[in-house]
C-alpha cells in the first residue's frame, strides 16, 4: 500500500502561482511514476501531469507551459508548479501513484483561481 498526502493549495488570482506537493509513503519502493489529476465540478477527472522515476514528464496540452511536474525521488516527493493560473484551472488537485499493478490517490487539495 501507499499512501499520499497532498499540501499547498489554495486561492490565487489569475496569472497567479501555486506550488503543489504531495508526499509518498508505505511501500514507496514499488511506485514507477507519480503525477496529478484534477476534477473541476461537474466535469470528470482528468491528468494533469505525470512523471517517472526517470524524469519522464507529460503534461495536458491544456497547461504545456504553465505547469511543471518534478519529482524528488529521495524525499518520495512530487511537485506540481503552477504558473499563470486561469479561472478555468480552478479544481480539486490529485495526487497519484503507479506501480504495477494499481494507481493509488491522496485524499485532495482545492486550487481557487478568481479575483
Known amino acids: 500500500q501507499v499512501q499520499l498526502v497532498e499540501s499547498g493549495g489554495g486561492l490565487v488570482q489569475p496569472g497567479g502561482s501555486l506550488r503543489l506537493s504531495c508526499a509518498a509513503s508505505?511501500?514507496?519502493?514499488?511506485?514507477?511514476?507519480m503525477g496529478w489529476y484534477r476534477q473541476a465540478p461537474g466535469k470528470q477527472r482528468e491528468s494533469v501531469a505525470s512523471?517517472?522515476?526517470?524524469?519522464?514528464?507529460e503534461y495536458a496540452d491544456s497547461v504545456t507551459g504553465r505547469f511543471t511536474v518534478s519529482i524528488d525521488n529521495n524525499r518520495n516527493k512530487v511537485y506540481l508548479q503552477m504558473n499563470s493560473l486561469k479561472p478555468e484551472d480552478t479544481a480539486v488537485y490529485y495526487c497519484?501513484?503507479?506501480?504495477?499493478?494499481?494507481?493509488?490517490w491522496g485524499q485532495g487539495t482545492q486550487v481557487t483561481v478568481s479575483t
Open positions: 512523471i517517472t522515476r526517470g524524469f519522464s514528464e
Open positions: 497519484t501513484a503507479w506501480d504495477s499493478e494499481r494507481n493509488y
Open positions: 508505505g511501500n514507496i519502493f514499488s511506485i514507477n511514476a
